[in-house]
């Protein structure tokens, strides 16, 4: 099946910094990607679509000015958590599919944040 | 937007029992996944359902979705602990091609 490569699966960082996840699509090229947040015990929350070329779609709720997502190629995209504070920790995972509509969606491995 | 109720929320099983996982739809379903989530880690993708009264298996978990494409359930026979883990299901509605996730169902088997 098609790859979905994540980076980095783990990050610890100082309150007040920034940092950035990559996803990258391997063998596919995606238009859309999408990004989630898992809290502990609790299900994936879709936070925003990653769209090549334009700006995000941001979810009810998601501050986008907090969440900064870039999608400049069709195999990258980013999310970068400005600021971030302890309550920004959590497990991000992005997915794309390669292709539009239905079909499975490929899934990043994962990113451990945690805001010391 | 799509709301997706999974029932139950957590199960304990001996090994080797049968058991199922519901999972329930405000809406008429475009798509309907299964994957299954150690926590913390990625998703393994199971099945992905379309057509109203589907079902499809793999190896001892059968998947079924109903004929109005509302409801979904997933099945495990002989389980193992293998199994164990978070299994949740997604949705695509019509005309989008986003996918949400149900509630999640915590399966633990106990041997």
């Known amino acids: 099946g098609a790859v979905v490569s994540q980076h980095p699966s783990r990050v610890i960082c100082k309150s007040g910094t920034s940092v950035k996840i990559e996803c990258r699509s391997l063998d596919f090229q995606a238009t859309t990607m999408f990004w989630y947040r898992q809290f502990p015990k609790q299900s994936l929350m879709l936070m925003a679509t990653?769209?090549?070329?334009?700006?995000?779609?941001?979810e009810q709720g998601v501050e986008k000015d907090k969440f900064l997502i870039n999608h400049a190629s069709l195999t990258l995209s980013t999310l970068t958590v400005t600021s971030a504070h302890p309550e920004d920790s959590s497990f991000y995972i992005c997915?794309?599919?390669?292709?539009?509509?239905?079909?499975?969606?490929?899934f990043g491995q994962g990113t451990r944040l945690t805001v010391v | 937007s799509q709301e997706l109720e999974q029932s139950p929320q957590s199960l304990i099983v001996q090994e080797g029992k049968n058991l199922t996982i519901n999972c329930t739809s405000s809406?008429?379903?475009?798509?309907l996944y299964w994957y299954k989530q150690k926590y913390g880690e990625g998703l393994i993708f199971l099945m992905m359902?379309?057509?109203?009264?589907e079902e499809k298996s793999h190896e001892k978990i059968t998947a079924k979705l109903d004929e109005k494409k509302q409801q979904s359930s997933l099945h495990i026979t002989a389980s193992q602990p293998s199994h164990a883990g978070i299994y949740l299901c997604g949705a695509v509605p019509f005309g989008n091609e986003k996918l949400t996730f149900g509630t999640g169902t915590r399966l633990t088997i106990i041997p």
């Open positions: 359902l379309q057509k109203g009264g």
């Open positions: 997915s794309a599919r390669p292709w539009t509509g239905v079909g499975e969606a490929f």
């Open positions: 809406k008429t379903l475009y798509g």
């Open positions: 990653s769209n090549e070329g334009s700006k995000a779609t941001y």
